[in-house]
């Protein structure tokens, strides 16, 4: 009996963790999509798909995820405050976190089709979704388990918040693995591939010649008819458009196919660069494609714009070329952009 005691008192700060993080990070969804400028699905894209519970009725749009989504952020926030709290409460904090199980486990089915579909070139076997089913799954168990502690104190609450914040350090981690690695290639009317390093001499980085090799395989098989090259001029006076787009040309693309952007000097400047040259050019589908740890930033910013894109990854030497280093550098990257997109 006292070894279930300790066990259930030392396992709560890590699920007060993840109920607070994705309990905020739920609430904060809500919020951005009710103010309006990002659609639900653009949102929630990162977590959750809760658009089968939208329905149309008299020719409005009725969200009744932002009800499901707005109850289960604050049953979760209020039991990771408060952990144990009454049966009522908990019944219902378990009925909430286990809808989001059940439809997260439901967007890996969908996943699943997708995959035997054979609709994606390259992917993981197993999707973020399930990941998320089976963390809610927990949390489920959890609150279900739980019980008032004797003594609340307010380290284990501080306890709860550093584990918060733990999760939140991991979850860019998770959409670089999952998302960033996912190739959606399929016909679209152009590619738009971003800069990185170009040396003095005109060569490209690895990193960059991975990029533009991939982006050339999508032209040769016939996805996309024109290739817009975007990069910026570095301090040493090289400029990354015009490497690429060289390169482009002595790998077979013709210069009718290229567009190129010297302005994009920031990923930023890229992505709104490329949405201009889009609508000058109608076009109505675009594949952004660049290093894996870039990709979920990538979709992040087109998606600020509502501007849907397809994402194919580069997959290189991931332990050389800086890209560790690249990959830890796009956690608060991520974040910063979440919230400028959103806010």
Request: with cysteine.
């Amino acid at each position: 009996m006292a070894q279930h005691h300790a066990d259930t008192t030392h396992s709560y700060p890590v699920t007060r963790g993840l109920c607070l993080f994705f309990g905020l990070f739920a609430l904060l969804n809500v919020v951005v999509c009710l103010k309006g400028g990002v659609t639900a699905q653009n949102m929630n894209m990162w977590w959750l798909d809760l658009s089968g519970l939208c329905v149309v009725y008299n020719g409005s749009s009725l969200h009744f995820g932002f009800i499901v989504e707005a109850c289960a952020a604050a049953s979760m926030i209020a039991w990771a405050v408060k952990p144990g709290c009454c049966l009522a409460r908990r019944a219902i904090t378990c009925v909430l976190t286990g809808a989001v199980a059940l439809f997260a486990l439901l967007n890996a089915v969908t996943y699943w089709q997708t995959l035997l579909a054979g609709t994606l070139y390259r992917a993981l076997p197993v999707p973020l979704s399930f990941v998320i089913a089976l963390i809610f799954a927990g949390i489920t168990v959890r609150v279900a388990r739980s019980r008032p502690p004797a003594h609340a104190s307010r380290s284990s609450l501080v306890a709860a918040v550093a584990a918060a914040l733990v999760v939140a350090l991991a979850f860019p981690l998770l959409q670089i693995g999952f998302f960033g690695t996912t190739d959606y290639r399929r016909p679209a009317d152009c590619a738009v591939v971003f800069g990185a390093r170009v040396y003095q001499d005109g060569t490209l980085s690895t990193a960059l010649r991975e990029r533009m090799d991939t982006a050339v395989e999508l032209y040769e098989q016939g996805l996309i008819h024109k290739l817009v090259v975007s990069g910026g001029i570095e301090e040493g006076g090289a400029d990354e458009a015009q490497a690429m787009y060289n390169y482009a040309l002595d790998n077979g693309v013709p210069a009718s196919a290229l567009l190129i952007d010297r302005y994009g000097d920031s990923t930023e400047k890229s992505v709104n660069n490329t949405i201009k040259l889009a609508g000058q050019y109608d076009f109505e589908s675009i594949i952004a494609t660049s290093s894996f740890y870039h990709l979920p930033r990538i979709k992040m910013l087109y998606n600020a714009s509502n501007v849907d894109v397809l994402t194919v990854p580069t997959v290189g030497n991931i332990a050389g070329n800086g890209t560790l280093a690249s990959i830890w550098r796009e956690i608060p990257a991520w974040w910063f952009y979440w919230f400028k997109g959103s806010f």
